[in-house]
């Protein structure tokens, strides 16, 4: 029985230790497993190659996806899903492992829905996907976060500065709350609450009134900023757009750290981590959890569990729905917030 993989969306660590998961797992079911090139991209073109225990030896630790990433969307090309079912005809192709967050997974519930055998993987550094506890690259996100924030802490409180931390979170901010709360960061901005600039100096003032001569401030770069009282609350883009025609985020530290000084007078300077927080090796954790679900995936293809992607629920590996996974994106919620508000005085 062939079967195919695929990675789609942006790479985040523990990408190659799912494939190399999956493709041990199929040799003892008896599987054939090809890798599709650049996500749905690789049905489309036609475009594989065999993965074998050989070729996906020594990828365990390695950051990126061997099979290569994008955020082509087969239900906007002309004729995708045609060419999509033509691609696995014309293979033989049994049944195909999407692995990707929220915007891959979608596609492969409308593929589902019209009849294909798809099985899915949960991954993204954003840890927005509802259905799973946990996606695999949110943990490594957070450690490189985290360290970041605590070297700006030694850094800004010698020069009693404020300094505004930008990291990744296009939708949702757990990467901000979780390395905010870990970091004892003293603002965490989110795109779950517009933020409100004005509160935020005075917050930073008061601060600076009670001794405190430095500050740190982790901002997720999709957070929506309200710089006065008559103008809507807005995302900061660069003014291009993605692969997939989004805006693409980022420059809202920058603002950020701007409006601190113009308010507040306090020196203040920004770091914006960026793609660093998705490259490079997964944490032992990442590598764990991608292989437990690299694993689960394998078996569902076996079971014949399609249209439902392998999730974290508590310490177990489930099978859940994937039009569950897709119906909403997993917030941060309020609860959960308000422990790194105790943090902020
Ligand atoms: N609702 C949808 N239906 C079908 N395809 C989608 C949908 N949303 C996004 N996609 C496709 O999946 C791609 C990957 O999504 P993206 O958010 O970039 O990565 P991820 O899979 O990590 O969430 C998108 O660029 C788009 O081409
Ligand atoms: O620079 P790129 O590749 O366009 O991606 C930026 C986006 O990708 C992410 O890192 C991860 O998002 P996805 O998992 O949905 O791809 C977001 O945090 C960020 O907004
Ligand atoms: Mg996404």
Redesign the pocket.
């Known amino acids: 029985m062939k079967v195919a993989v695929l990675t789609g969306?942006?790479d985040?660590p523990g990408l190659n230790a799912v494939i190399r998961a999956i493709v041990r797992r199929a040799s003892e079911h008896g599987f054939e497993m090809m890798g599709l090139r650049d996500g749905w991209k690789g049905l489309l073109d036609d475009n594989h190659f065999r993965l074998t225990r050989e070729t996906t030896s020594g990828i365990l630790h390695r950051g990126g996806t061997i099979l290569g990433t994008s955020?082509v969307n087969p239900f906007k090309v002309e004729n995708g899903l045609e060419r999509v079912k033509r691609a696995i005809e014309r293979n033989g192709i049994h049944a195909v492992i999407a692995i990707g967050?929220?915007?891959t997974l979608s596609a492969a519930t409308r593929m589902s829905q019209e009849g294909l055998r798809i099985v899915g993987v949960p991954?993204?550094?954003?840890n927005?996907l509802n259905g799973t506890d946990f996606t695999f690259g949110f943990d490594t996100a957070v450690h490189i976060a985290t360290e970041a924030v605590d070297r700006l802490h030694s850094t800004a409180e010698s020069h009693k500065r404020v300094i505004v931390c930008e990291v990744?979170?296009?939708h949702v901010g757990w990467?901000a709350t979780y390395a905010g709360i870990a970091g004892g960061a003293d603002v965490i901005l989110v795109p779950e609450i517009p933020a409100d600039l004005e509160a935020v100096a005075q917050h930073l003032v008061r601060r600076n009134a009670g001794g405190r001569t430095f500050s740190i401030v982790v901002v997720a770069?999709?957070t929506r900023i309200k710089l006065s009282a008559e103008q809507n609350e807005q995302l900061v883009t660069t003014g291009a757009l993605?692969?997939a025609g989004r805006p693409?985020?980022g420059g809202v530290g920058n603002i950020v750290a701007a409006e601190i000084e113009r308010r507040t007078g306090f020196e203040t300077r920004v770091s914006v981590l960026g793609?660093i927080?998705?490259g490079g090796a997964p944490t032992a954790h990442d590598r764990v959890l991608a292989t437990r679900f690299g694993v689960h995936a394998c078996d569902m293809v076996a079971r014949g569990e399609f249209g439902k992607m392998a999730a974290l629920r508590g310490n177990e590996i489930v099978s859940e729905e994937l039009a569950e996974a897709t119906r909403e994106l997993k917030r941060v919620p309020e609860e959960f917030f308000k422990v790194a508000q105790v943090f902020f005085g």
């Open positions: 969306g942006g985040c955020r967050g929220e915007g991954k993204t550094i954003d927005d990744m979170g296009r990467i770069e999709g993605d692969e693409r985020l793609h927080q998705r």
